[in-house]
């Protein structure tokens, strides 16, 4: 009876053992398979080979939404609410000046700010913004006194008649390789618009320094691709590729690899169905409570996007034209990411976006 129990746990022992390592495997098949999907696995590690923080600069922020940098290092943030642009030297926070112009409310007010290609010679710093009737693209000269302070010139409104809503008001703006200013808009709360190519809403925009369609743009007209939902990053890869974060409804955050006249689906599909004649994400996170993806920047190969609602740090491995598995860091531990940006020194500035008050993460890159 003893023996018989004995030789009955060797076996189950051996069958255990075998399904053990027929698992191992089946998992090691399924890993690149995984990486091709385009979705997003769960958090997964969350300190070998990412990012390392540096120091977390509390700065008093309010709602920041967009940072970029000067030459020598200042940063420059605006703030959605406050309609304050401010300047960060030596991590202590100054007002530059109120942005003229600005309504605030709800997701729209002051929102992305990019620096002209040739701010040596030009200063001048363009805002996307939210005024009374539409969201707007100015420009405006960023002047700096002979002890170092700055100050803003007179606005100048060069693209108007975006259309605005209490959310999906985009707001994302940055300039290309190609000199070209590319806009990231939203469909305001109508996802028709985002099919219409001769709409403003639900696009990624490609226009002049002075506000006008870019030329060689697919259609004629501002519009450079559509089918867009809510684009809140802009980034291009180390090859001159565009990649943008967008909200999805409640799923289907995506990252996408933007192709110029392309259409991305919103709202017919969401995601990477696979469904002829749109393109599908090369990312997706199934639900947004992980994500929510806001800014974005590429250093070395690797996608870096903030999340909102998903209260992390995203990295993706980019290879050509294919995104591989996004790996989460910072998880619930600085609350919602709204924008993310190189500075010249290498490093990477993440800010908050929680208004208790908001403040600054200085990370370095892998491999830097």
Request: a neutral charge; one cysteine or more; glycine letters at 12%.
């Amino acid at each position: 009876m003893n023996h018989a129990k004995a030789g009955s746990g060797s076996v189950f022992r051996s069958r255990f053992a075998l399904a053990r390592a027929l698992i191992a495997v089946a998992c090691l098949v399924a890993l690149p398979l995984s990486a091709c999907t385009g979705s997003a696995p769960g958090p997964g590690p969350t300190q070998d080979n990412g990012p390392e923080l540096l120091r977390k600069l509390d700065l008093n922020l309010t709602l920041p939404w967009s940072i970029v940098f000067l030459g020598d290092g200042t940063a420059i943030i605006s703030e959605r609410d406050t309609k304050l642009i401010k300047s960060v030297r030596n991590d202590r926070a100054t007002t530059v000046g109120e942005f003229p112009g600005v309504v605030p409310g709800g997701e729209g007010g002051l929102l992305g700010l990019a620096l002209s290609p040739a701010f040596a010679s030009d200063r001048l710093l363009y805002a996307y913004f939210t005024a009374e009737s539409d969201n707007r693209i100015s420009r405006t000269r960023l002047e700096e006194a002979a002890d170092g302070r700055l100050s803003l010139g007179a606005p100048e409104v060069i693209f108007s008649g975006i259309p605005k809503a209490s959310t999906h008001n985009g707001g994302r703006i940055r300039f290309g390789p190609d000199g070209f200013l590319y806009v990231g808009t939203g469909d305001a709360q109508h996802p028709e618009r985002a099919q219409d190519r001769n709409a403003l809403g639900g696009k990624i925009l490609r226009l002049t320094p002075e506000g006008k369609a870019a030329p060689g743009n697919p259609f004629g007209n501002p519009v450079y691709s559509y089918g867009h939902r809510n684009v809140q990053g802009l980034a291009w890869d180390s090859s001159g590729r565009l990649w943008a974060s967008e909200f999805g409804p409640d799923v289907n955050d995506e990252l996408n690899l933007i192709e110029a006249g392309g259409n991305y689906g919103w709202p017919e599909v969401t995601g990477a169905p696979g469904r002829a004649g749109y393109i599908d994400a090369k990312v997706v996170w199934p639900s947004t409570a992980d994500a929510s993806p806001s800014g974005l920047e590429i250093v070395n190969g690797t996608a870096f996007t903030c999340a909102l609602r998903g209260q992390r740090l995203w990295t993706v491995p980019l290879n050509g034209e294919t995104a591989g598995n996004p790996v989460a860091y910072l998880t619930a531990d600085y609350g919602r990411l709204r924008d993310i940006s190189l500075a010249p020194d290498g490093t990477l500035w993440v800010l908050s976006n929680n208004q208790n008050p908001d403040f600054a993460l200085v990370l370095k890159p892998p491999g830097q």
